[in-house]
């Protein structure tokens, strides 16, 4: 299981969340918590055994997740 929290950058709309090392044997679930009301729908786009990524992000957003499972 991973956890953790993001705060995408200047003129950021997608972030790349990847997760320590070793890699999960197969890609676990993760969901998105929104810190900041700005954000109107982030979404996973791509997700692995080695991280996932979220778009339709803007600037400065900030957001938290969970990763359960992929063992």
Do not use: E, H, Q
């Not at 197969?26 to 109107?40: E, H, K, Q, W």
């Amino acid at each position: 299981n991973t956890a953790g929290s993001v705060t995408t950058g200047t003129g950021s709309t997608a972030c790349d969340v990847v997760f320590g090392a070793p890699a999960y044997s197969f890609a676990p679930f993760c969901t998105i918590t929104d810190y900041t009301s700005v954000i109107l729908a982030p979404r996973i786009s791509a997700r692995s055994t080695t991280g996932f990524t979220v778009d339709g992000l803007t600037a400065g957003d900030r957001f938290g997740f969970i990763c359960l499972g992929g063992t």
